[in-house]
């Protein structure tokens, strides 16, 4: 599971590369670090074209996990002698989201896998965690971490995200997983992101009817990914005298 990516590179980069029409993220700074629920930067259709607008990690999770979570919470407060009204401490109960979607076959799913809810993730690097191996390890294509996308999905929902703020409505997203290749695989050997590389991939997942899209839900290449940091909760972009160094 991937739950922290980077993304240093500038948003005019970005937009240059994704074909980007329309901008909504200001002044957009340097994240070596994106952890759950933090605002990023995702590319999207919108009614003009291609836009870069930022959203909050971690889709709805699933009425399931909602219901058995706030079960939970009632039986909690139902022995320290409490009454609950369950309708609305469903409503309220907390959900931080679901950052990394694998099961595209879920009904909770299907229904944001059309082309108007596919997006795309801008990132640097992003890291999975093994403690034996010395905790959060960062892959890249090279030691510039060059720009590269996840394929997402994103979604405006209302909802619960941490108990302080209660009801808001956001713009949320996650992507999906896979199989790992080999290099992720021996740090990580449940799942790694699936990534788009090439012009051709992130059109295809923006625009080709579901069943094609999915087609792009496996891993990199073996060989195509490397370490280029480990122990550290943030990855920020290498100065070039590191780049030529290394």
Same mark, same amino acid.
């Given at each position: 599971?991937?739950? =922290?990516?980077?993304?240093? *590179? ?26 759950? +629920? ?10 003009? %074209? ?17 219901? +058995?979570?706030?079960? &939970?919470?009632?039986? !909690?407060?139902?022995? !320290?002698? &409490?009454?609950? +009204?369950? &309708?609305? =401490? ?7 989201? *679901? *950052? ?13 896998? %059309? ?15 093994? !403690? ?9 294509? +090279?030691e510039t971490r060059p720009l590269l996308c996840f394929a997402g999905i994103w979604t405006n929902w209302t909802s619960v995200r941490k108990v302080k703020e209660g009801e ?13 290749? @080999? ?14 590389? *090439? ?8 625009? @080709?009817?579901?069943?094609? @899209?999915? &087609? ?6 073996? %060989? @195509? ?22």
């Amino acid at each position: 599971m991937c739950n =922290l990516y980077s993304i240093t *590179t500038n948003q005019a980069a970005i937009s240059a590369l994704f074909r980007v029409v329309n901008r909504y993220v200001g002044n957009l700074a340097p994240m070596p670090g994106v952890f759950p +629920d933090y605002k990023a930067p995702i590319v999207r259709t919108g009614a003009g %074209g291609r836009e870069l607008a930022i959203a909050r990690w971690g889709m709805p999770s699933s009425w399931k996990a909602l219901m +058995d979570a706030t079960k &939970k919470r009632a039986e !909690k407060l139902q022995t !320290k002698g &409490k009454q609950v +009204d369950f &309708k609305e =401490l469903l409503r309220m109960e907390p959900d931080s989201g *679901t *950052t990394n979607i694998r099961n595209v076959k879920s009904k909770h799913w299907t229904r944001w896998l %059309g082309p108007e809810h596919r997006c795309v993730v801008p990132f640097n690097s992003f890291s999975e965690f093994n !403690k034996a191996e010395g905790g959060d390890i960062w892959f890249a294509l +090279d030691e510039t971490r060059p720009l590269l996308c996840f394929a997402g999905i994103w979604t405006n929902w209302t909802s619960v995200r941490k108990v302080k703020e209660g009801e808001t409505t956001n713009d949320l997203y996650a992507f999906l997983t896979t199989e790992p290749n @080999a290099e992720v695989g021996a740090i990580h050997p449940k799942a790694m992101p699936v990534i788009l590389t *090439t012009p051709e991939e992130v059109e295809t997942w923006m625009t @080709a009817p579901p069943d094609e @899209a999915l &087609k792009l839900q496996r891993p990199l290449r073996d %060989g @195509a990914l490397r370490i280029v940091a480990r122990g550290v909760k943030e990855d920020p972009s290498p100065a070039p005298a590191d780049v030529r160094s290394s």
